[in-house]
């Protein structure tokens, strides 16, 4: 099983970018489907971007699309979530997750490995 940390959350205000970083170790990364999902309080984890183990598929939920990006490097065993044009309702504690052989998936109940989450605050 692979095994996820999440970094890059922070504070940051309205308008304003920041850059996730999913890192992954235990398992060759390159077999491994991610998706990010974010967690806002008192809400269901819900989907937001995925990319498939070779990065040539990504898919996005339609309320960021334009504003997220989702890609990864598998020398690096990284996959990354870059967020423009953040906005309040963004703030939520983001996670990345990871199942084998995935090529596409938004369901929380698709992935087996799950990271700790990091935490975006979105200021207005």
């Known amino acids: 099983q692979v095994q996820l940390v999440e970094s890059g959350g922070g504070l940051v205000q309205a308008g304003g970018s920041l850059r996730l970083s999913c890192a992954a170790s235990g398992r060759p990364f390159s077999y491994y489907g991610v998706a990010w999902f974010g967690q806002a309080p008192g809400k269901e984890r819900e989907f937001l971007a995925h990319i498939s183990g070779n990065g040539v598929s990504t898919n996005y939920a339609d309320f960021v699309k334009g504003r997220f990006t989702i890609s990864r490097d598998n020398a690096e065993n990284r996959v990354y979530l870059q967020m423009n044009s953040l906005k309040p309702d963004d703030t939520a504690v983001y996670y990345c997750?990871?199942?084998?052989?995935?090529?596409?998936?938004?369901?929380?109940?698709?992935?087996?490995?799950w990271g700790q989450g990091t935490q975006v605050t979105v200021s207005s």
């Open positions: 997750a990871a199942a084998l052989g995935l090529v596409y998936g938004s369901a929380t109940y698709q992935y087996s490995a």
